[in-house]
């Protein structure tokens, strides 16, 4: 089945967003009316007001009341985007673990310049209030909850988490939920239940190296897919691969994905999800991420979109957004909750009760929402000025993304740059970011870095990233 042609008003979006990055529209300027674009167009008012509420949604304008909308001014800078990947289009064998350990391993060095580790800080968290639940619920109830939990994991906490599905869009069932630790434990049960050693996984390409190093210990091999830093998957060029490549599953993102930051239109959504339906393939959904949105709305998970014509395992979890320490995931495996369920047991039998009930009690309330309001702002101010000083260090040909969500910048230098050799002389200058090539089975991507913007913004980060952008240009000059 062919991806669907792009609906009029992302058509305008395009249009819109190719006239920003030619300057044609530069920063903090007024772009056309929806009115005057509408009449210019041929489209309707709703139309046009579809295109721009959805670049608002990406960062890309910024609407004032009785004015209009507006280039945004933190959302594009003077670099460009990184180019769009075309990996090789047949499998690889996944040999990663030993660049990944070496890398967790100096990411959890605190005395380095923090900017390798896709976690959040903890100042920015509420890890105090929630420590002070836990610790109540220990204190009052500590016998009663010295337990193991129930399989599916604690009924308050698998509550808690069905409410909040109404809002993405996609109605759960406690009973359709399982609680995890973390979304590494979801993602490898989803793969257990899905895959046999030696079958081939479909994957973005950059992806999280964390999902590699899963699929190199599960023996499953990757398909790198092609993938933009807006549009994010190619489906055209997915639906061409799965006429040559036996594939037993994809695993994608829901929106904001690591490295990238991206995030797929619904109408795209819909058109890869067609295109899965057909050939009979499930999809592994991870929505780590999409709590942390900077535009109006959350983006609608695959899952939300879905008519019931696929085989969707959804996972996710509170590390990225709220408690990375206290390890709680989840993931609704649909058809395939007794092979999930089956490998839970086997694994890890089930997940520590205390950190539950504490997660179950901060939901309870309005306290998540009020929380996540203000880490979307930090993080959200933090790429602004992460971009800034990479712009005002890096070299002049570097590429960086400009994510919509998440806390993750992608920077693409010249064909030759070798981030791998950046990255020990970087350890050397106190500083930890993660080379590109630990993103690709295939080991692409020397030539770019992934950068974290966790961490509160302060001087010793900015000097950081300031002193990596010396070095990378002390590189090229070499």
């Not at 109830?141 to 509550?159: C, F, I, Q, T």
């Not at 996984?201 to 599960?218: D, K, R």
């Not at 057909?278 to 991870?286: R, S, T, Y």
């Not at 590390?319 to 086997?346: C, D, F, H, N, T």
């Amino acid at each position: 089945m062919e991806a669907h042609a792009p609906y009029r008003y992302e058509q305008l979006a395009d249009l819109i967003i190719g006239m920003i990055d030619k300057g044609a529209l530069s920063p903090g300027m007024r772009v056309p009316s929806v009115r005057a674009v509408s009449e210019q167009h041929q489209l309707s008012i709703a139309t046009a007001l579809q295109a721009y509420r959805m670049l608002e949604d990406r960062g890309v304008l910024v609407s004032r009341p009785q004015s209009g909308f507006y280039v945004s001014n933190a959302r594009h800078g003077t670099f460009a985007l990184p180019s769009t990947s075309r990996p090789r289009t047949k499998a690889s064998t996944v040999s990663i673990s030993g660049a990944v350990a070496a890398l967790l391993e100096h990411a959890s060095n605190m005395s380095l310049v923090p900017l390798g580790c896709a976690v959040p800080d903890v100042g920015l968290l509420q890890s105090k209030r929630l420590d002070l639940m836990l610790a109540r619920v220990a204190r009052q109830h500590g016998a009663r909850h010295n337990v193991y939990s129930p399989p599916r994991g604690e009924a308050a906490l698998r509550r808690e988490i069905a409410r909040r599905s109404i809002r993405t869009g996609h109605a759960l069932s406690p009973d359709d939920i399982l609680i995890t630790s973390g979304c590494t434990e979801a993602l490898t049960l989803a793969l257990g239940a899905v895959a046999r050693p030696g079958d081939t996984i479909a994957v973005e390409s950059p992806t999280y190296f964390g999902l590699l190093h899963t699929l190199e210990v599960l023996g499953l091999k990757a398909l790198e897919l092609a993938t933009d830093l807006v549009r994010g998957v190619d489906v055209a060029a997915l639906a061409r691969l799965l006429d040559k490549e036996p594939i037993a599953a994809c695993v994608l993102s829901s929106g904001f994905s690591n490295p990238l930051g991206y995030v797929m239109t619904e109408s795209d959504k819909r058109s890869l999800l067609a295109l899965l339906s057909k050939h009979a393939i499930p999809l592994i959904e991870d929505d780590v991420y999409g709590d942390i949105h900077f535009g109006r709305e959350r983006p609608k998970p695959f899952i939300a979109l879905d008519r019931g014509e696929n085989k969707i395992i959804y996972c996710s979890s509170f590390s990225k957004s709220l408690a990375p320490g206290y390890r709680i995931g989840w993931i609704a495996p649909g058809a395939y909750a007794q092979r999930v369920m089956e490998r839970k047991l086997a694994f890890s039998l089930s997940s520590p009760v205390l950190p539950q009930l504490a997660i179950a009690e901060f939901l309870e309330g309005n306290a998540y929402e009020v929380h996540l309001r203000r880490i979307r702002r930090v993080l959200e101010e933090n790429l602004t000025r992460m971009v800034r000083a990479i712009e005002a260090s890096f070299p002049a040909e570097t590429k960086v993304s400009r994510p919509a969500g998440g806390f993750m910048l992608w920077l693409e230098l010249p064909k030759h740059f070798d981030s791998r050799a950046l990255f020990d002389e970087a350890l050397e200058h106190g500083i930890c970011f993660a080379p590109g090539n630990v993103f690709s089975a295939s080991r692409r991507y020397g030539n770019c870095l992934r950068l974290s913007a966790g961490h509160t913004w302060d001087d010793h980060i900015e000097a950081g990233v300031r002193r990596l952008g010396r070095l990378a240009c002390a590189q090229l000059n070499r």
